[in-house]
């Protein structure tokens, strides 16, 4: 059974960091792509991040500059550094399996990371 | 970007109707790249469509895609109580990907 497990998240301040993962069971979590899927309250999805299975990455123009994805395929396990943080990066943090190395529609979803940044 | 505009932004039917949602796209969608999500309150999304058409694994045959270009439809040919939720739509052919506001189907 193919399983996402995101950890991570948390409260924190503006201009601080965080470091999200999402550890990977039951597919080869090296031919695939991931990405990272948010939700603000009430807002609609918005992809920050994709990997695909070549390691070619995309990032919203939103966070660019300040967030980086990762993966290390020794450990099936996806991340994301989060940097200079603000208030409207608050919302949940999906981990999301793309249904190929680079097509990214996401089959599987993570339950999700809270994030919320505030003084 | 591709903009994803989804109407109705709520549509309310009763157990047993058909439900019709719309997606459009601000340009046309690369190869038919548009998929449709399930999303139900304190849950991840689920995939239903991809490629326009194609049920993902696991999903009952009530549901199907259609459209091309910029206009894109999910039918719910029959409503099950379990099909009350937020429907979304991505479109994935041109970077960067995006996703529709939703809609929300609600029972009268």
């Known amino acids: 059974e193919v399983q996402l497990l995101e950890s991570g998240g948390g409260l924190v301040q503006p201009g601080g960091s965080l470091r999200l993962s999402c550890a990977a069971s039951g597919f080869t979590f090296s031919n695939y792509g991931m990405s990272w899927v948010r939700q603000a309250p009430g807002k609609r999805l918005e992809r920050v991040s994709t990997?695909?299975?070549?390691?070619?990455?995309f990032y919203a123009d939103s966070v660019k500059g300040r967030f980086t994805v990762s993966r290390d395929n020794s450990k099936n396990t996806l991340y994301l550094q989060m940097n200079s943080l603000r208030a409207e990066d608050t919302a949940v943090y999906y981990c999301a399996k793309c249904i190929a190395s680079s097509l990214c529609p996401y089959d599987k979803w993570g339950q999700g990371a809270l994030v919320t940044v505030s003084s | 970007e591709i903009v994803l505009t989804q109407s109705p932004g709520t549509l309310s039917l009763s157990p047993g109707e058909r439900a019709t949602l719309s997606c459009r796209a601000s340009q046309s969608v690369i190869s038919s790249y548009l998929a449709w999500y399930q999303q139900k309150p304190g849950q991840a999304p689920r995939l239903l469509i991809y490629d326009t058409s194609n049920r993902a694994t696991g999903i009952p045959d009530r549901f199907s895609g259609s459209g091309s270009g910029t206009d894109f439809t999910l039918t719910i040919s029959r409503l099950e109580p379990e099909d009350f939720a937020v429907y979304s739509c991505q479109q994935y052919g041109s970077a960067p990907i995006t996703f529709g506001q939703g809609t929300r189907l609600e029972i009268k």
């Open positions: 990997i695909h299975a070549s390691d070619k990455i």
